[in-house]
């Protein structure tokens, strides 16, 4: 009896490593779709394993899938479209609808133009008074919410279908760049959690994970809370392919094992070799669009598709077959 009770105290004590080393994690929304979920348990069973190949795409210039087909034979698990244009949002559903059903991961995030300024990316950079986006009757509270809506509108088309979608709004939040970023982290987390409780609780938008990126240098009092956020990370266009280990030690401070933690936006993707070695397995990394994709060098391009550590579309399991039970 003696020896059961010790064993028993050993394994109490032990319990909180355990844990700490296998987190269970689960989506912010108790609501969320089956598709939802079953990418999220996909994403939780590679996190700390492998890490998955993204590319950003966009309208203009190359076609960057193309691109990366012809390089290396293989496409990106990921691919990242943006809400950034009204005139080509509605291809931007199609396209991300088309990447899930031939089997990889579709990511959107959102140049948000500055509210009553006007869209694209130059106006995303505009001040804006983010209390008049509150203040009924204001010019920037009707563009806001009408915003919000019509973007909505658009991630509904998505659910409809189906389709689960690494949500992606607000990104390098804490930097002074984008308007939203400009007045400081408790305004930022006022828009973060208004919007989160908007497609969620009201919209009933079932089909997003949560995905809060930060800039290079990721700082806890921006951070939202852990539940309005299902994976969290950061970004730097750094000119080697360095694993980024005090970016991911950065966002680790902040979210512990709690969040998978993934690098949103590079350059040049890092060393897969590197990351094991230091511990610093990114969930994804996604290279930019255009002339940062044709900057990278074609011989290590290649190298990272067909390396062991990281997964291309088709290495991607049929997600709902085997985690959608």
């Not at 999220?40 to 795409?57: S, V």
């Not at 809400?83 to 991300?96: C, K, L, S, T, Y």
């Not at 983010?130 to 659910?159: H, M, N, R």
Request: glycine share 8%; hydrophobic share 35%; proline share 6%.
């Amino acid at each position: 009896m003696l020896r059961r009770a010790s064993y028993f105290v050993c394994y109490l004590l032990a319990l909180p490593l355990l844990l700490a080393a296998q987190p269970a994690r689960s989506l912010t929304n108790r609501r969320a779709s089956k598709e939802a979920r079953a990418l999220y348990a996909y994403l939780n069973d590679i996190y700390g394993k492998k890490t998955l190949a993204g590319q950003m795409w966009a309208s203009w210039g190359i076609d960057e899938l193309k691109y990366i087909q012809d390089s290396t034979g293989k496409q990106p698990a990921i691919r990242g479209m943006d809400f950034i244009d009204d005139r080509q949002n509605q291809a931007e559903v199609q396209h991300a609808l088309d990447w899930w059903k031939t089997g990889g991961i579709p990511t959107i995030m959102w140049h948000w133009g500055a509210p009553g300024v006007g869209e694209g990316y130059e106006n995303s950079k505009k001040p804006v008074s983010i209390d008049s986006c509150f203040i009924k009757g204001t010019p920037q509270y009707v563009a806001f919410w009408a915003e919000l809506k019509k973007k909505g509108d658009l991630l509904e088309e998505l659910q409809k279908a189906k389709v689960p979608v690494l949500w992606r709004p607000f990104h390098e939040l804490n930097g002074n760049w984008f308007w939203w970023g400009k007045q400081g982290p408790e305004q930022f987390k006022r828009l973060w959690i208004t919007m989160y409780d908007y497609y969620v609780h009201k919209r009933k938008l079932n089909n997003l994970i949560w995905v809060l990126c930060y800039t290079g240098r990721p700082d806890a009092a921006w951070y939202p809370g852990d539940a309005y956020v299902d994976i969290a990370g950061a970004d730097t266009y750094s000119k080697d392919n360095a694993p980024q280990a005090n970016m991911y030690h950065a966002m680790q401070s902040i979210v512990g094992t709690r969040k998978p933690i993934t690098y949103h936006e590079c350059g040049i993707p890092p060393q897969p070799d590197s990351c094991r070695r230091d511990g610093t397995v990114w969930l994804w990394w996604m290279e930019w669009h255009t002339s940062h994709l044709q900057k990278l060098d074609p011989t290590y391009l290649r190298y990272l598709y067909h390396n062991e550590a990281v997964v291309t579309k088709d290495e991607v399991p049929d997600i709902m077959k085997v985690y959608g039970r």
